[in-house]
């Protein structure tokens, strides 16, 4: 019923309106209420301090008197009295008057024997009304305001951000419960701007004054983020914006301060998993083309010199089946470990893929000064091949560019490299070469005769798919197939990183595409008239193919010729199909697509700078994990976590996700157990020739 004075300062002013009234009419006990749910807006003091139970007694039977009172229609029920009986020890009966236009009855008790005019009953309730309908709104605005302040405070501790002000004449601070609590001071306490500073390390302390000095003089606003140093000795981070207000009582500087220690920690670590090797720790290849593109912009700048080396453990396939699958990443943390011991501070070494390596040697020229490192990389080839145990099926190849000798920006530098390395690969009894024109002069002519082969090769239809199946870990069905091409010939099959070169070139990777494509409907088509297994073909989209302005519009036409429907395809993507792409046409491009049925994939997630940008800004309903997240997971907790994270998110998001390059029983449990259903890899099956694949979707399931 009535609230606690001590909680509400409205209560007693309310009390005081209907100690007025109660003095007017002579009585004792008086009181305002709300007919419809018998809440007491105020009453008099006297009321007040009666027991609770008997106070709701009586406004239970006044509000049950004005209930069932029959009022004369041809008066305003404002006009009629209402007498409710009430106990002894108040008097003989409560007078009421009903307010209809409020739903509002005030209430008076008068003293056994004693009678009150309705004339003067009614003039006096109607003078303390507009008192007590005042007071009832200011209970409510601060009600109101209580409330918010109350989710204030909850979201400024959840956001950990507080607001303050600063009288400029005085230098008066105020602050909220969260300022103090980020700067670990207890809340309330005098704070003067010279204390706070001593929190701040220098320079911190000097740029946060100058700013606030600034702000104070010229106007304006600032907005700095500044370690502090809490009381307690803990270090945190903290950003504070600022501006100036001209108010009524003086000129102020407003403004909040956060702890942004968690987010920017949160930022770093995300930062360093998109740009360093989980494995190996190094940068990736993300983090070294910003490093080499920087190397080259400050050569040009200080006119100096610098070399890029390409290291490449060759056999690491033939590694991986010999040794067991965990070896692999010990031996890569071995091989960074001594690549790093061969280098200066100044060099930068980087993981550039699964088995390839990248070093900048800054100052290095052709002549002599990267003749050291040349020497102490031969011999930790040779050291690590002495030490047996497995090691010594290791090959290393290196191929080494200058810059500016070799090229002229980073992206020229590196082919050079790579060229380099190519030949080194060939040259077993050399594994280290340096570039040369004569090595550019080959490789041309081998691309040149490449292309002129792969064009033979296309009139004989030697380009074909193999499908490699993916599975349903819950129930071992297959659910979906991938189409990868491959160059077959009489005498050898090609995987595509064989023939990467073809499938780059504008003319030939174009044809390529279409075959593929030709090959894998007519394929589909085939099963679909013997088997009625559900399942998608999921098939790749090159760059080349994408960019073509005619891609799509034949992709549905040959899919509607095969008698087949957009349904049953998924095209899958590489974020550098996206990259460097007009993001509105591919968009536009991509959901004419989707709104056909047809729906995409983004293959190696994981691996690229932008992934989360691109399954947001793209409609993609599938994201494929890349292998090297995968590889060593039962035993690796950072690629678990990074693996689960991955799940989690796509899971959130509504997408399919599936885990490529599953190799072992041990990897498919542990992807199992951290909630991932579909997978891909040699555990299940080898890509295999439509004639297998079509034999395996014959067996019982």
């Not at 507009?130 to 400024?156: F, K, T």
């Not at 010199?305 to 010990?330: C, N, Q, W």
């Not at 990267?370 to 047996?388: A, T, V, Y």
């Not at 004419?592 to 793209?618: K, R």
Request: overall charge negative.
């Amino acid at each position: 019923m009535a609230a606690d004075p001590s909680d509400d300062p409205f209560l007693e002013l309310s009390a005081a309106a209907c100690n007025l009234l109660a003095d007017s009419l002579g009585v004792r006990y008086c009181g305002v209420l709300a007919l419809e749910d018998e809440v007491v807006h105020a009453g008099s003091s006297e009321f007040l301090r009666l027991p609770q139970t008997l106070r709701e007694e009586t406004v239970h039977a006044v509000c049950e008197a004005v209930a069932a009172n029959q009022f004369d229609e041809n008066e305003a029920q404002s006009s009629a009295l209402i007498s409710a009986p009430v106990t002894s020890q108040l008097g003989d009966a409560a007078q009421a008057i009903f307010f209809p236009e409020t739903e509002t009855v005030v209430f008076a008790v008068p003293a056994p024997g004693k009678t009150m005019p309705l004339s003067a009953f009614r003039r006096a309730a109607v003078s303390a009304l507009p008192i007590i309908y005042r007071l009832g709104d200011m209970r409510a605005e601060r009600q109101r305001l209580l409330a918010e302040h109350a989710l204030l405070s909850h979201v400024q501790a959840l956001a950990k951000i507080g607001g303050w002000e600063q009288v400029i004449g005085t230098g008066r601070l105020a602050w909220s419960e969260e300022v103090y609590a980020i700067h670990g001071l207890d809340p309330g306490g005098e704070v003067t701007l010279e204390r706070i500073l001593e929190l701040y390390p220098s320079p911190a302390r000097e740029k946060l004054t100058l700013e606030m000095e600034r702000a104070a003089a010229e106007g304006g606003a600032f907005d700095l983020t500044t370690p502090i140093d809490t009381p307690g000795g803990e270090r945190r981070v903290v950003r504070t914006v600022g501006r100036t207000s001209n108010e009524r009582t003086g000129r102020k500087l407003f403004g909040i301060t956060q702890d942004v220690t968690k987010q920017l920690n949160t930022e770093r670590r995300l930062w360093w998993a998109a740009n360093h090797d989980p494995v190996t720790g190094l940068p990736n290849r993300l983090l070294f083309e910003d490093r080499i593109a920087v190397s080259v912009r400050k050569a040009k700048r200080e006119e100096r010199t610098f070399a890029l080396v390409l290291v490449e453990i060759s056999d690491f396939a033939r590694l991986t089946e010999h040794s067991g699958y965990t070896m692999p990443d010990k031996n890569m943390m071995e091989v960074a470990s001594r690549l790093t011991s061969i280098l200066r501070e100044s060099d930068t070494i980087a993981r550039v893929s699964i088995n390839e390596f990248a070093l900048i040697v800054s100052g290095a020229t052709e002549n002599d000064r990267l003749e050291p490192i040349i020497s102490r990389l031969k011999e930790q080839f040779d050291e690590m091949r002495r030490e047996g145990a497995g090691k010594n099926d290791i090959v290393m190849s290196a191929g080494v560019a200058f810059f500016p000798a070799h090229a002229s920006g980073p992206e020229e530098l590196t082919r050079a490299a790579e060229m380099a390395l190519s030949r080194a690969k060939r040259k077993l009894d050399e594994p280290v070469i340096v570039f040369d024109r004569k090595i550019a002069d080959d490789t041309a002519k081998r691309r040149a005769t490449i292309l002129v082969q792969a064009r033979e090769s296309l009139a004989k239809r030697e380009f074909v798919p193999y499908y490699q199946p993916q599975i349903d870990m819950e129930t071992n069905a297959v659910v979906g197939v991938e189409a990868l091409v491959r160059w077959q010939t009489p005498d050898m099959v090609l995987d595509a990183k064989d023939f990467a070169y073809a499938l780059d070139d504008h003319e030939v990777g174009s044809r390529v595409g279409r075959a593929m494509l030709d090959a894998v409907i007519a394929d589909i088509s085939k099963l679909r008239a013997t088997t009625d297994r559900p399942f998608r073909v999921s098939v790749n989209a090159s760059r080349t193919e994408v960019l073509r302005n005619d891609f799509l519009d034949t992709f549905l036409e040959k899919t509607r010729d095969g008698n087949l429907k957009p349904s049953d395809f998924i095209i899958e993507i590489t974020e550098d199909v996206i990259i460097g792409v007009d993001d509105k046409s591919l968009h536009d491009k991509i959901s004419y697509l989707v709104s056909s049925g047809v729906e995409f994939s983004l293959d190696d997630f994981g691996t690229g700078y932008a992934s989360l940008i691109h399954i947001t800004s793209f409609p993609v309903k599938e994201i494929k994990i890349d292998k090297q997240f995968v590889f060593g997971i039962e035993s690796d907790r950072r690629k678990r976590a990074i693996v689960k994270g991955i799940l989690q998110m796509g899971q959130s998001m509504g997408l399919n996700v599936i885990a490529e390059g599953v190799e072992t029983s041990e990897q498919q449990e542990v992807l199992r157990d951290i909630g991932c259903r579909y997978a891909q890899g040699y555990l299940y099956s080898f890509p295999l020739p439509f004639t297998q694949f079509a034999a395996m979707l014959e067996q019982p399931e």
